[in-house]
């Protein structure tokens, strides 16, 4: 068992609200923690709920808000930001971490803490959210099925929409292009790099690549070196996509950055609950061996704000009853490659193998 309290830090944000209310649905009392006293302490209040407020930029305060606490789970991002100061709190006060990033960058900057982690004894777990819960489980469960793999395609499709704080981590890594594994490494590529269909299960889509989460993850989770992660998109979107190899630049410029962030910050927190409840998840994933032997699985399940919070509270019970693996871990490595299953509403189904 894990000892000590839960916080949740950013939990004022739009998906820190999810996740809150999901936690209080399950009966767990976590500490709610941000920068925004007043934010915080009205959402505390009104659930009836401790809160502390501190800022990451001053790790003697980042640390006096961890007193107490056994588990983070920390949904404060960009993560770009913002892990690196929480995680170093959390190693210093050997408290487990817990994030929702999607962001390549953040997942390896943490595995390269695996080492650190494994001698303080603290879990850094980072992608309890619909990036990269679902698709990390699938990449395993494929790994599982095909040991043999050396390429590894993921794909989804998420109906549904996005919050302001996904598209402003979106803008804010922007113009970087696209990224794929490689022989182990991360290979970056042209944004929109590779189209092909996939059957999420409706009949076949198009779908193009991009830097998800997974492109680093799924490695730490199967040891399949070559990894590439697809997106259903309409043809109007992977149009603009392409388009942004070549003004991806003027995401870098920090004039046209700060006239998108200003547009997002106008716009509604997220999808509300009607739009929610109307959204879904697909994902589908293909693992292939040098001997041309294939196997496709998919899973479909809630929309993936809804099925973030289901999976990060999912996460933090793991932990609180002892199931915390000291180091860095994806979450099919904490919890195993059948974790995504325990969520009410996710189906995975396994097509025939191909070649066998
Ligand atoms: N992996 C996934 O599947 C998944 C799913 C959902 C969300 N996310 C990610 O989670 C993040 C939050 O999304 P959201 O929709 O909840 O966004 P949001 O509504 O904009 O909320 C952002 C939260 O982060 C806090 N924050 C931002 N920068 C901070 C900083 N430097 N120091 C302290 N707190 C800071 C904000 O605090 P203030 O109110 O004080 O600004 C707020 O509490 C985004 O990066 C998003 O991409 C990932």
């Not at 609200?17 to 976590?30: F, K, Q, T, Y």
């Not at 009836?48 to 007193?67: E, K, M, T």
């Not at 794909?155 to 490689?182: C, D, H, K, N, P």
Request: charged share 20%; hydrophobic share 45%; aromatic share 6%.
């Amino acid at each position: 068992m894990t000892s000590g309290r839960v916080l949740i830090y950013g939990s004022n944000g739009y998906t820190g609200r999810l996740i809150v209310e999901r936690a209080l649905e399950r009966g767990l009392r976590p500490v709610l923690a941000g920068r925004n006293a007043d934010e915080v302490q009205r959402q505390a209040d009104a659930v009836g709920l401790d809160h502390r407020v501190f800022s990451l930029d001053d790790p003697s305060a980042v640390d006096a808000g961890l007193v107490g606490v056994g588990v983070v789970m920390h949904c404060a991002g960009p993560f770009a930001r913002t892990s690196r100061p929480m995680a170093d709190a959390c190693l210093r006060t050997r408290v487990h971490y817990l994030d929702i990033t999607g962001e390549i960058a953040v997942f390896e900057a943490l595995a390269a803490r695996d080492a650190e982690a494994k001698a303080s004894g603290v879990m850094l777990l980072p992608g309890v959210g619909f990036d990269v819960v679902p698709s990390d489980c699938l990449a395993a469960h494929l790994a599982r099925r095909l040991p043999t793999a050396t390429r590894l395609s993921l794909g989804f499709q998420a109906l549904g929409g996005l919050s302001r704080g996904t598209t402003t981590t979106m803008i804010e890594s922007g113009g970087g292009g696209g990224m794929v594994r490689r022989g182990g490494a991360l290979v970056p590529v042209p944004a929109a790099w590779k189209t092909r269909r996939i059957d999420f299960g409706k009949g076949p889509r198009l779908a193009t690549t991009i830097p998800w989460g997974d492109v680093s993850t799924a490695f730490h989770s199967t040891g399949i070196g070559d990894v590439e992660v697809y997106v259903a998109v309409p043809a109007a979107t992977r149009r603009l996509m392409i388009a942004s190899r070549y003004v991806g630049w003027l995401l870098g410029t920090a004039a046209v950055r700060a006239f998108l962030l200003r547009a997002v910050r106008r716009r509604p927190p997220g999808p509300d609950s009607a739009a929610r409840a109307r959204g879904v998840s697909r994902l589908w994933g293909e693992a292939e061996a040098p001997d041309d032997r294939l196997v496709v699985s998919r899973l479909t399940g809630p929309e993936g704000y809804t099925l973030t919070a289901l999976t990060a509270v999912a996460a933090i019970e793991k932990v609180l009853g002892g199931g915390a693996r000291a180091g860095f871990q994806t979450p099919s490595r904490a919890f195993g490659a059948d974790f995504v299953l325990e969520i009410d509403g996710v189906v995975r189904e396994d097509l025939a193998p191909i070649g066998a």
